[in-house]
Every structure is written in C-alpha cells, then in structure tokens.
C-alpha cells in the first residue's frame, strides 16, 4: 500500500489522501477536496483514480467529487445512510465491509459517528495498519459534533473502536490542526511533558511533510484519551467542582469536547 498525503492549503487546513495499489497503479482518493491537486499527483505517479472514498458528507469532504469522476469516471463509497446528502453515490458501506484497491490494498471500515453520524474511518489490513480517521481522531485532537453529530456518539466510537486499536497504527486525519490540539491538551494538562516536547518541534511543521502519529503517541499527546489522567481531572474538578472527586471517562471527554468547542 502507497500513501500519499495531499496538503491542500486551504482555510480548513483539509488533507487529501490517494491509497494506491503497486502493482496495479489503482487509487482510491480519500475526501479528495483539492480534486485537482489529487489528479495531477496521480498523473505523476502513474496511477489511475478507480474511487473515491468519502469519510462524511461535509461539503470540504465531497467538494472534489464531481472533478475526480468528470476526469477519471471514479465510483463514489461512503457510509450506507449517506446517499441522501453525497450526489451520485454508488457504493454504500458498513461496519466491517472491505474496500479494495487493486490486487494487493483492503482498506475495512469503521462505523465511527460523533463528528457526523454517517461517519466512515478506514483501517488498512497491512502489517502496520493505518487508519485514515477523516473528522473523528484528529493529530491530538477529536471532531466536533457541530454539524449532524452527538458528542456522546463520538465518546463511544473513542472507547469502543478507536481505544481497540494496535498501539502502531498509524493516524491519517482529515486536517491539519496539531499546534492548536496540542495547546489544548497543554491546556488541560500542563505537566504533558511529550506534548510540550511536539509541540516545540512541529509548531512550524511543513504541512506538505506533515508528522505522521501512531496510535501509542496519540495516548500520549490526545487529551481526548487521556480521561483517567490526575492532572485532566484536577484541573476539570476545580473548574467543575459537580463532577466530583471520581469522575467518570464518559463524564470527562464530554466536559473535554465542550470546552475545545469555545477553547
């Protein structure tokens, strides 16, 4: 499996993906917004569009999509309850089904609501998997639920999937907003020395060679998976003192996502 992340430069600092097979040159295009960029790196590298991949329905996510088809004839994938807000969907997927790229890429998705609740990460079958998370997990950071979405929603699919995953997958979020989601956590958790330490050295990353995470590291860095954490919990007992000495994760992350939301 060949990944290519396309930083499109834009005001909602979106990333591209194109996943592409080897040995056939076949690429499915992630939330291909920047459509144009994404055809001119496929045209270098020899491959050929065959889908498209929509993590959700939000316009920054499907805006390329009728660039990508014109050019290439692209089938359009998303989540199977989205048909009524993607045009032109041709594919409808759920838990555990398999996206194929070529002979050799399997791509399974997740079922992931929060952000949205027609919401699809893509965990790779590779011996390190990668996980293309759209606007669920974020480089220490988590989707809001502002638009179609339920925090409590985005607590399960945290807990129940995201909190199984093997410590080396990789994380291939849908925008760049490191620097903001480690102040964040900061925020929240001052004595974060492997946050401090990131953000030190990525605060003027270069977003077109973006820092890829692991999965470990995001344990490390993501306030949103750190809800048993004493300094996160000192700190949101002081400002909420109704929560209690022992507040559950649940209760955390909700109070977490509030706060990042006007943060």
């Known amino acids: 499996m060949i990944v290519e992340q396309i930083w499109t430069g834009n005001a909602y600092r979106n990333f591209n993906y194109l996943v592409a097979c080897p040995e056939t040159g076949d690429a ?26 929509n993590t959700h329905e939000h316009g920054d996510h499907i805006g390329g999509n009728k660039g990508i088809v014109a050019a290439t004839g692209a089938r359009i994938v998303a989540h199977k309850n989205a048909g009524s807000r993607i045009p032109n969907m041709d594919r409808g997927v759920a838990a555990g089904d398999v ?25 790779s079958h590779t011996d390190q998997p990668g996980l293309f998370s759209g606007d669920t997990l974020f480089n220490a950071g988590a989707g809001n ?10 607590y399960e699919t945290f807990e129940r999937q995201l909190e199984t995953l093997g410590e080396d997958t990789r994380i291939f979020p849908g925008h ?6 480690l102040e964040f956590t900061l925020d929240r ?3 974060n020395a492997t946050a401090k330490d990131m953000l030190e050295n990525y605060r003027d990353q270069d977003p077109d060679d973006a820092l890829v995470t692991t999965l470990a590291t995001e344990r490390e860095i993501n306030t949103f998976f750190r809800l048993q954490s004493p300094s996160v919990i000192a700190r949101l007992t002081d400002q909420f003192p109704d929560l209690g000495d022992k507040p559950d994760p649940k209760a955390v992350f909700l109070k977490l996502r509030e706060l990042r939301n006007s943060w």
Do not use: F, S
């Open 189 to 191: 958790e001052p004595d």
């Open 28 to 53: 499915l295009a992630i939330d291909p917004l920047d459509y144009t960029k994404c055809l001119d790196v496929a045209r270098d590298r020899g491959w050929t569009i065959t889908q498209i991949l």
């Open 145 to 154: 639920c502002h638009n179609g979405g339920h925090p409590e929603e985005l």
């Open 99 to 123: 996206i194929k790229v070529g002979t050799t890429v399997e791509l399974e998705c997740l079922d992931t609501p929060g952000h949205t609740m027609c919401h699809i990460c893509l965990l």
């Open 176 to 181: 760049d907003y490191l620097v903001n989601n």
